[in-house]
């Protein structure tokens, strides 16, 4: 509610400032002040005049502002009352200016309003007419006939209008009497006019007394005394060249200069013919300012001018001969203005600092002036074109600053305003006025992520709370506009433990994994994250963050083949006429692993008969190393290592069992042992005939079983090497591993024992159990290496070519 309170007047000021501009008065108001009133008493009602309440004048701060920036009177913003503040001299004020006006304006606020007023002071009669000299002398000839005027020295009275001088009077008046002239400009001269004729024998002088009177309520006066010496005749008096001279003079003119001068002439001789300048009527300004040769005439500057102060000068020049007879002349002097005054500029109101989001919006109110006259008293106003501000004219010498539109802050924060005013006099003068304006800030930049995307690397088994990354968004704004706090948001995979798995910091964005991870179970993942500044509203942005799981060698290799479970061993049959090179079996593994730590090798560790068989070690082949022999063991026992490549390395190891047999027609599967006690039995005699009826009825089955064998060996080579798939499920035990996440999932391969022209061939054919969700389904480039958190293996063929 405060706010809305605080943003009314300030609307009210943007829509009501045109009214403002546009608003102007047929005439000034004026007002009439007497002189010399006391402070504090009553002018004039503002209120009422401006159509004002009390209330509203002073919540809009009205204040009273005049030209000269002295405060001659007081606003009562509690009564609407315009009151004197100080005592009123005219004669300080105007001077002999008739009448003594001074402009004020009453300037009110919220909205900007301007009113122009006039204030008259009156004169009251304070002052008596004073005479420069309490003493004049006059040298009067005794010839001068009846009716010669005698100009004498005026008074002086400060007052105005009627409580200025009137008449002057002379008495005794036996011999004169006073006639008082109008002299212009509202001075009254007095001449003393003769009467009746001199008589040098009779009275050598006369002493009379001059008396000036104003017209004031009650009238003041003042005299002077007048000292007349009658001389002997002398009928020619001094007469100036002209009457009225007219000068100019510059106000930087240096002292000491010539102003003007006057001459006069006397057709005496003599000493009645010599001739002494002296000024007639001299003020205390003139006296000050100008001096006289009473020889030359020569009319010297002895004081600085001032055009601002005084624009011209009367002199009055009276020129005497030896004997008393004088003329008169006048000198006008007018001063020269020149370009001496810099421009004034007066800061009335600033506002600050401006919200940045603000449209068009007064900053500044000032007043400008120059006290010079004509081209040297007008004035430009400028600032820089570089700054989103332009003055706008207000009333009479006001001008406003005003923003050109919405601000941004986080491009400039703080703007330094030069306003220059300049004249347009020679030379130009100007005048510099700084101000500073500060923008402040509102929330209007979201904040901002370093990257749009973060990967975190993170290796497994790691420990629970370990800082795994940061993410950093800035914010352009300031204060808690800038004050940014993170967040974790909702993963696009609905089936993601993202809150298990990472937590996040929310002052300084630092990410957590909270528990293990696992790169056989979880690869990677990845989940979006939030900054948020504390504006008002909040402004926020997103940021996708992927985490991916580093493998490390946590996984032994597992054999696929031959299956180590603890039942039978298997046994591999080699046919004693196989060549060198034979391939006897294939030793399958897997590594739950990826990368190098699940390249596997294989080494042949142990032997029944060293040399002859080998491993290749990148693909587990098992080969015979050379052709065998009747003396060759017909069993053989093989130790094979499979170990990855990681750091350390992890390995396990698989048992191989070989028959060595002379072909696949004979009973294979008869063990060493069984055949070992029937040799042990033809030994004895007592058996003799039971062996030889075991040798007939084991011929004669060997007989049975050849036949039987290429039947099939025809069956199979019809149905173009199709094997037969066992029905049912292989025990799960035979490759799950429980436990490491090395296989997730049951499978089962199908085998096919395959013999022909002496070749037999095992093949792993592709996985009976179809792919589940989790398994990968990619095959390295070695036939050993299987990555994925299952395994899915493509057909593997042992083959044995002859030759």
Same mark, same amino acid.
């Given at each position: ?108 606020? +919220? ?49 105005? #209008? ?30 003393? /006019? ?31 005394? /007048? ?11 001094? +007469? ?28 005496? %001789? ?10 007639? &009527? ?47 002349? %006048? ?107 500060? /923008? ?19 290796? +497994? ?7 795994? #990354? ?56 990845? !989940? ?218 049951? &499978? ?12 037999? +061939? ?22 050993? !290496?299987?990555?994925?958190?299952? !395994? ?12």
């Amino acid at each position: 509610m405060e706010a809305e309170k605080e943003r009314f007047p300030r609307l009210r000021q943007v829509l009501l400032l045109f009214v403002m501009l546009s608003r102007t008065w047929a005439e000034q108001k004026a007002y009439t002040v007497a002189e010399e009133m006391e402070s504090g008493s009553f002018v004039a009602n503002l209120a009422k005049d401006l159509g004002l309440g009390v209330r509203e004048l002073s919540w809009r701060e009205a204040q009273v502002i005049f030209n000269n920036n002295k405060k001659h009177f007081q606003l009562n913003l509690h009564t609407g009352d315009l009151q004197v503040n100080e005592r009123l001299d005219r004669e300080e004020l105007c001077g002999s200016t008739e009448p003594c006006v001074l402009h004020f304006q009453v300037l009110l606020k +919220e909205p900007l309003e301007v009113y122009r007023f006039k204030l008259l002071v009156s004169d009251i009669n304070d002052n008596s007419p004073v005479f420069p000299e309490a003493e004049m002398i006059l040298k009067i000839m005794e010839n001068t006939p009846p009716g010669t005027g005698f100009p004498l020295k005026n008074a002086q009275d400060l007052d105005v #209008g009627v409580n200025n001088i009137q008449n002057y009077t002379i008495y005794p008046s036996s011999h004169f009497h006073v006639l008082t002239h109008n002299g212009g400009e509202g001075r009254k001269y007095p001449e003393l /006019v003769l009467d009746k004729a001199l008589d040098r024998e009779e009275q050598t002088e006369l002493r009379l007394t001059l008396r000036a009177v104003d017209g004031g309520d009650p009238p003041r006066s003042g005299t002077a005394l /007048v000292l007349i010496d009658i001389l002997d005749i002398n009928d020619n008096a001094p +007469e100036f060249a002209q009457p009225l001279y007219q000068v100019q003079i510059s106000e930087n003119s240096p002292l000491e200069s010539v102003v003007a001068t006057v001459s006069a002439r006397d057709l005496d %001789t003599g000493i009645n013919g010599k001739i002494l300048y002296s000024f007639f &009527y001299i003020d205390e300004e003139i006296s000050k300012t100008f001096a006289l040769n009473e020889l030359t005439g020569e009319i010297k500057l002895i004081r600085k001018l001032d055009f601002e102060k005084i624009e011209s000068y009367k002199v009055d020049i009276k020129a005497s001969d030896g004997i008393g007879l004088s003329g008169k002349c %006048t000198v006008l002097i007018q001063v020269v203005d020149i370009n001496d005054n810099a421009p004034e500029l007066t800061i009335v109101s600033v506002l600050d600092p401006i919200p940045e989001n603000s449209p068009e919006t007064t900053v500044a109110l000032f007043s400008i002036q120059d006290p010079d006259s004509g081209e040297n008293g007008k004035m430009i106003c400028s600032i820089r074109h570089d700054v989103p501000f332009m003055l706008e004219p207000s009333v009479e010498n006001f001008y406003r600053l005003v923003t050109q539109g919405a601000l941004d802050r986080e491009l400039t924060a703080e703007y330094n305003i030069t306003i220059t005013v300049t004249d347009l006099g020679t030379p130009r003068l100007k005048t510099e006025q700084n101000i500073t304006v500060l /923008v402040s800030d509102v929330n209007d930049n979201a904040p901002a992520f370093t990257q749009t995307s973060y990967t975190l690397f993170v290796r +497994e088994n790691n420990s629970p709370a370990l800082h795994i #990354g940061t993410i950093s968004a800035t914010d352009r704004d300031s204060g808690t506009n800038a004050q940014v706090t993170y967040s974790l948001l909702p993963p696009q995979d609905p089936h993601l433990p993202l809150a298990s798995l990472v937590s996040i910091n929310s002052d300084n964005g630092h990410l957590y994994a909270l528990r293990a991870l696992d790169f056989e179970a979880l690869q990677a993942f990845e !989940f979006p994250v939030g900054a948020t500044d504390r504006g008002s509203p909040a402004l926020s942005s997103e940021a996708l963050v992927r985490v991916v799981v580093v493998d490390a060698n946590d996984n032994s290799p597992f054999v696929l083949y031959p299956l180590q479970n603890g039942s039978a061993p298997c046994t591999e049959l080699v046919p004693r006429a196989a060549e060198a090179g034979y391939l006897v079996t294939k030793v399958v593994a897997v590594d739950g692993d990826s990368g190098q730590n699940a390249w596997l090798s294989y080494q042949l560790l142990k032997a029944t008969e060293p040399g002859l068989f080998s491993v290749w070690a990148h693909n587990g082949e098992v080969r015979t190393a050379r052709l065998l022999s009747e003396r060759d063991a017909a069993k053989h026992r093989l130790l094979v290592l499979v170990k990855d490549n990681g750091e350390p390395p992890l390995s396990a190891s698989v048992t191989l069992h070989v028959l060595l047999v002379d072909g696949f027609s004979q009973p294979y599967l008869l063990l060493p042992e069984a055949a070992a006690e029937q040799a042990q039995a033809d030994s004895l005699t007592v058996y003799l005939v039971i062996a030889l009826a075991s040798v007939s009825s084991l011929f004669l089955f060997s007989v049975l079983l050849f036949v039987a064998v290429r039947l099939c060996r025809r069956d199979r080579a019809a149905s173009a090497g199709r094997c037969s798939v066992p029905e049912g499920h292989f025990a799960g035990h035979l490759v799950d591993v429980s436990g490491t996440g090395t296989l997730s999932q049951s &499978y089962q391969y199908e085998v096919c024992l395959k013999g022909d022209q002496g070749t037999s +061939e095992l093949k792993f054919l592709k996985s009976v159990t179809p792919n589940h969700h989790g398994a990968m389904n990619e095959v390295e480039e070695k036939s050993n !290496f299987v990555n994925g958190f299952g !395994f899915n293996l493509k057909s593997f063929d042992f083959s044995e070519h002859s030759g």
